[in-house]
């Protein structure tokens, strides 16, 4: 039945539309009501459902525009195992809100959005899926509606995230002029043959998709909404705009270029290289600069952005097995699970001392223990410590940008290699302050039970991923692999 | 100048405008304008490129009545964030919001 393979589509959908009018209905007494019940059981089947498609039925099927081919069922299943951690977080901070309906159902959408981006084969489906992402974002991020900050979190994120929606369109009427088509295996056929005469448009369409999809993976210099968004949103959609709405542009990239613009005869595999240098350089720099928790995550999660795009940095032959782009992959699935666990972190901190400040996190692991050892732990992942889950996609990125047929492959991964090392400082100094450093105030503080569930899951899958590997490095290789032979022939 | 060149550009001047918004205005409602316009431009490359092609192709035309629906969502959600901050600070002035600095 090759309709089943979009039972994940679908549970999002009707469960996203059920929740907001569950928000009226109350639960078994309990002050939640229903609605975060429907989200995360809409979630929890297209999980399964994602999951039990991926073992069964692993060869592409194709609707058109959508396809569920197992690079599609990789990201769905990253992107719901984000959507989890964060509706199960929010049943902590929206405990009190009165709109949980609207807010659960937005948060679905969002994900089916994100998951429809990572399938689409055609530009007006991946147009579709971008704003279906994008559209429930901004009304998250502005959720709190009598906070200033949250306001002015939205509507930095607004301007920034519309221009770069009116630019991929723009992208996407000049590749439709080109070739005629929007269909990706058509206009990557269309614009192997393309003659020189319309270089220059294809050149602009690529610097347009370039800028366009930058501004949401938050790569330098279009990096600016992302610390003032994470710091202003509810504290749990910094998470889901950290690693959901991020990893959903880079599969809408991966797709773009990988299956369709790689066609086109113009180097921009060294553009991408020099966009990743400057991005994990400047996020890690500046990252070692704040003053407050949660800025320094988001500007270390722009450096981790960074090694993603080495992913598309690095040319690949379709005989061979595209070593950096599965390193890429599975540094997505890496970097999904460690920084939404980061941000539960800092809003199981930010709930409790009410502020973010690193002052208040010296010897917090008097205080929070549970917390303190969490967050050392999704530090240490986040520069790639061995054995945990950050090293083992390092390691495949920079070995597959050393392998890359151009010359510069080996400084790209040396660059890499430099700007890890010197990640490791800011994110040991946290730690040296939870450990080693007097509290000002040495009373115990009692930890947010829920916040601590979603945490020791994602410490328990750090660790998982760090000590076995193989059988994910398999499973990215076979989505990376997927996502070749979605090209044309 | 024939019909699709001229039309070109046009919708390359209008990106141009949208962008010099973008970069030198702060007014949130101005920005919101030339987000606007780089759609607009758009939607005029596609409607000429699906028009003009020979033999005239119909998916431009699919294409361009989404990205006006979609566009026009996404103004009314940016609006209404906009009405949302003006309420509270009587101000929507991109450069002078600065609450979130660090």
Not at chain 1, 265 to 278: C, G, L, P, R, W
Not at chain 2, 72 to 85: D, R, T, Y
Request: glycine share 8%.
């Amino acid at each position: 039945m090759a309709l089943l393979s979009l039972t994940p589509f679908l549970s999002l959908a009707v469960f996203g539309l059920l929740a907001t009018p569950a928000g009226f209905l109350r639960f078994r007494k309990s002050k939640l009501g229903l609605a975060p019940f429907v989200c995360i059981l809409g979630l929890a089947i297209a999980l399964v459902s994602t999951v039990w498609l991926g073992f069964t039925s692993p060869s592409p099927v194709s609707f058109g525009g959508l396809q569920v081919d197992l690079f599609t069922l990789f990201f769905s299943g990253v992107l719901l195992i984000v959507a989890i951690f964060v509706t199960v977080a929010s049943l902590q901070n929206m405990r009190e809100d009165p709109n949980k309906g609207p807010f659960f159902g937005l948060l679905l959408l969002s994900t089916l959005g994100m998951i429809v981006l990572a399938a689409s084969m055609d530009l007006i489906l991946l147009y579709v899926a971008w704003e279906l992402m994008s559209i429930p974002t901004y009304a998250l991020t502005a959720f709190r509606k009598k906070d200033p900050n949250s306001n002015e979190a939205a509507m930095k994120f607004f301007v920034l995230s519309a221009l770069s929606s009116a630019l991929i369109v723009y992208a996407i009427s000049l590749v439709f002029g080109i070739t005629g088509s929007t269909g990706l295996t058509a206009i990557a056929s269309s614009l192997s043959t393309a003659g020189p005469d319309v270089r220059p448009f294809g050149v602009l369409a690529i610097v347009l998709f370039i800028v366009g999809f930058g501004v949401k993976m938050a790569v330098v210099p279009f990096h600016m909404w992302i610390p003032d968004a994470f710091e202003g949103a509810p504290v749990t959609i910094g998470a889901f705009l950290a690693s959901g709405a991020k990893m959903a542009a880079f599969a809408a990239a991966f797709r773009v270029f990988i299956v369709g613009i790689f066609a086109f005869n113009v180097d921009f595999y060294s553009t991408f290289a020099i966009v990743a240098v400057v991005t994990m350089s400047v996020g890690n720099v500046a990252a070692l600069m704040q003053k407050s928790f949660t800025r320094l995550l988001a500007y270390s999660s722009i450096a981790q952005a960074g090694y993603i795009l080495m992913a598309l940095a690095t040319p690949f032959t379709t005989t061979s097995v595209p070593l950096g782009l599965a390193g890429g992959l599975f540094h997505v699935l890496n970097y999904a699970i460690l920084k939404t666990a980061a941000f539960i972190a800092a809003a199981a901190v930010a709930t409790k001392l009410s502020v973010t400040d690193l002052d208040s996190f010296n010897g917090l692991s008097r205080r929070m223990p549970q917390t303190s050892l969490s967050i050392a732990v999704i530090f240490l992942g986040l520069a790639g410590v061995p054995p945990l889950n950050g090293f083992f996609s390092k390691v495949m990125l920079f070995t597959g940008s050393i392998y890359s047929p151009y010359s510069w492959g080996g400084y790209l991964a040396l660059a890499a290699l430099i700007n890890s090392g010197f990640s490791m400082s800011y994110y040991g100094w946290v730690i040296k302050r939870m450990y080693f450093d007097e509290p000002g105030d040495e009373s115990r503080i009692p930890e947010p039970r829920i916040y601590m569930v979603v945490l020791w899951a994602a410490t328990i899958l750090i660790f998982v991923i760090g000590l076995y590997p193989d059988p994910w490095i398999r499973l990215v290789q076979s989505a990376a692999a997927a996502l070749v032979g979605s090209r044309g022939s | 100048m024939e019909p699709l060149s001229s039309f070109f550009a046009v919708s390359v001047i209008l990106l141009g405008i949208g962008i010099y918004g973008l970069t030198t205005k702060r007014n949130a409602i101005r920005i919101l304008f030339s987000v606007e316009l780089i759609y607009n431009a758009a939607n005029l490359n596609i409607i000429a490129f699906a028009r003009l092609r020979n033999p005239p192709i119909v998916t431009g035309q699919v294409l361009v009545l989404f990205t006006i629906a979609l566009a026009a969502m996404e103004a009314a959600v940016g609006l209404s964030i906009i009405i949302l901050v003006s309420r509270l600070n009587a101000e929507i002035d991109l450069s002078k919001l600065s609450k979130l600095k660090g």
